[in-house]
């Protein structure tokens, strides 16, 4: 009798939880394939994905720090060969150029009742992505290192080396601070912050025209110059992620990268030590300005143009599913800033609050940024191994970016 | 062979050649001299969790109509052959005409990425190519007069490096190499240098890419010169014998004279692969500092914005004819022993 009665009980709750007709969990026609990078937010987020499309979908999913470089070939295909990828306002534009990511308004009628307006990604009225988590690099820092040395939390680049070189000196770490300097679009990513934070623009205003070669650039890779001065010599070939591998073997004392870091730098695993010494802090001011050189992103997904509608929308249920999942968001409180409906914020968020208050731009979304963004990966390096001058390396970014732009059209 | 069976015996190869290699390099020439339609932009209100704005987008109706109009894109002629990304005329020119030395002009050349490229992968084909075949061939002699008993592990140890997947090689010797890996810290140790590393410096980091280069590229040295020993007439080497010939005469005068076609099979094959090193650069994330002419295919198709078909077409015609031009002295040579022998 009591069996029966927790069989009921079941039905009922299932069926009532289905009574709406339009929820998006449960997928069990079409096919789910995504692509998104890889870092420990990403592979929480897509554990609930993967549960909410349920043991009957057919779901796939590829973590790659490439995702970037894949999205482009990989969605052009017809059919493409992801139904969804995840997306960033750096990463959508170049989507959005190419027709490849599909507007989202009748998907969004039909299963969004539970989303927040600002999850809501709207280019010219129609919504073409769902964001579900806020992102910034910030600066973090080992408390007792800091405090042995009588050192205050640096809040602009210049402490932060002052710091750096202390620590250093005092012989308990060789190379104390670390940033993401891996050429390529780590590399290119630290010279957007350092160069927003100098107040800098990327483009003359409402054209394609670069204009990065000017005191403001100068300024900022000369900053990077004696950043990376006091920063492993392998600088060069790190990583967000090989930079948290540096972190969990207490190699680094500062270090300036993601805030989504903290779902596995404050995990459970590696030296628990650390972890218990590891804080974080606001992103750094540079060159006397107020605001942080740091920019804003946002994380969420798209749904490819060149899959089919049934494809299309199981992958939305699904991914839909996670993204208002007040269970998920607050059972990782700290993995990153959920933008979540009943998400309520753990410890971390407070440097990405405060970069927001304190007037940090978000990463442009304009169609050639991509296009500038890659050629400061591959042109920078040769000034930061001191074979180049600041001004050679940004008139060599510049002459790149003029190629690569015209032959895009944009110029 | 008669000409006849010969044709029927290569038809099908041929054909599987042109289709596959002939086709697509005449199509990467055609897509080489087209660059993108014109993208027009527009105004738009975007809004996002940071609020709404007004930004620039790429207006999608137009662009496409555009590009239906013309699928290959717009005709640019040689234009991306000449650009700054490739040979670079107007730059060269520019820095012939302002730099007051030779090796002023020199620096501004090799700045230019299609040049720095250039020079790396000629660099890395030339140092490679000969200590390859060397060691190949003292390989192959040494593994040639070991007990048989030894032999079949000794072969499968020495291709090892062949065997292993290109990127997984680099990959565990780029680990190895850093400033914490085996490698690293036993030469940070050897030259008590705490701060030296392997990935910082670029003249350290070619170093590196060329003894993966060799150590990779042996093994193929090595089985070609191994099975060519197998036929070195035994006649001549025992009246060498009778004659009071030392081993070093006997190589020197008999196998080496014998190998001397396989060694120009193998210097051909090796030129021409090393000239398209791509892998372990990937491997190394030594892209900073060295740059090949596969990479820049590599990187044109794989940036994170649209692929840059035209940009990659044309680097790979160039490449191409970086080939031939490589080729050229080890072809003539073969056509010559050839026509001799005939």
Known sequence: M??????????????????????????????????????????????????????????????????????????????????????????????????LIRPLDDLVAKYGSALQDNQKIVIDGKIYAVAFMANAQHLWYRESI????????????????????????????????????????????????????????????????????????????????????????????????????????????????????????????????????????????????????????????????????????????????????????????????????????????????????????????????SLLHGALSTELVEFLQGNESAEKALADVEAAYVAKATEQGFL | MPHRTFFWFFFPSGLAMLLFIGLPIISSFFQSLHIEPEQILMEVEKCDP??????????????????????????????????????????????????????????????????????????????????????????????????????GPTIFGVILPMIVTP????????????????????IQFLFDDPNLSLKSSSQLTWITLIIYGIWHNTPFAFVVFYAALQTVPQDPIEAAIIDGASRYERVRHIVIPHLYPVATFIILICLMDNFRVLEPIIGFAAEGVAQSLSWMIYNDLRSENKMLFGSAGATSMLTIIGVAILLTPVLIRTWREFRTER
Not at chain 1, 77 to 82: D, G, I, L, R, V
Request: aromatic share 10%; charged share 20%; with cysteine.
């Open chain 1, 2 to 99: 009591k069996k029966l009665l927790i069989a009921l009980l079941f039905t009922f709750v299932t069926t009532s939880a289905y009574a709406g007709g339009h929820s998006p969990c449960g997928v069990t026609d079409g096919s789910i394939k995504i692509l998104a990078n890889e870092f420990t937010t990403y592979r929480i987020f897509m554990d609930e994905v993967k549960s909410c499309a349920g043991p009957d979908a057919d779901f796939s999913v590829t973590h790659s720090v490439d995702h970037n470089k894949l999205q482009v070939a990989a969605l052009s295909a017809n059919p493409a060969e992801f139904s969804a990828k995840l997306v960033t306002n750096g990463s959508i534009t170049t989507l959005m150029n190419d027709n």
């Open chain 2, 167 to 186: 990127l997984i090689g680099s990959l565990v010797l780029f680990w190895m190499i850093d400033a914490k890996g085996i490698l690293g810290s036993f």
């Open chain 2, 50 to 151: 940071f609020g709404c704005k007004t930004e620039t987008k790429v207006d999608i109706e137009a662009t496409t109509k555009l590009q239906e109009e013309q699928p290959l894109g717009r005709f640019n002629g040689l234009g991306t052959y000449g650009d700054r990304n490739h040979l670079a005329f107007d730059e060269i020119k520019e820095a012939w005409t302002n730099s007051s030395s030779i090796a002023e002009f020199t620096d501004i050349l090799l700045n230019l990425p299609f040049y720095k490229a250039l020079l790396f992968t000629l660099t890395f084909c030339f140092a490679v190519t000969p200590p390859v075949v060397v060691l190949g061939f003292i390989v192959a002699l040494s593994v040639n007069t070991i007990t048989k008993s030894l032999k």
């Open chain 1, 146 to 369: 800091l405090n042995d040395l009588g050192i205050a939390v640096p809040s602009t680049y210049e402490e932060v080396i002052a710091a750096a070189e202390k620590i250093k000196a005092s012989g308990k770490m060789a190379n104390p601070y670390a940033g993401a300097f891996k050429s390529g679009w780590n590399l290119g990513q630290e010279f957007v912050n350092m160069y927003l934070g100098h107040g800098g623009d990327f483009f003359k205003a409402g054209t394609a025209e670069v204009s990065v070669n000017n005191a403001k650039g100068v300024a900022a890779l000369n900053m990077l110059k004696r950043l990376t001065e006091v920063s492993n010599p392998d600088f060069l070939t790190q990583d967000t992620n090989a930079v948290k591998e540096e972190w969990e073997s207490g190699n680094v004392a500062l270090m300036h990268i993601w805030n989504s870091g903290a779902a596995s730098l404050l995990d459970d695993e590696g030296d628990q030590a650390i972890k218990a010494d590891t804080r974080l802090a606001p992103s750094p001011s540079v060159g006397g300005g107020s605001k942080p050189a740091t920019t804003l992103w946002w994380d969420g997904f798209g749904i490819a143009t060149n899959t089919s509608d049934e494809n299309a929308e199981a992958s939305f249920r699904a991914l839909l599913g996670a993204a208002t999942s007040t269970e998920m968001a607050n059972a990782n409180p700290n993995a990153t800033i959920w933008l979540i409906d009943g998400y309520s914020p753990g410890d971390t968020a407070g440097p990405v609050v405060d970069a927001a208050n304190r007037g940090a731009t978000p990463y442009p979304s304009l169609p050639y940024m």
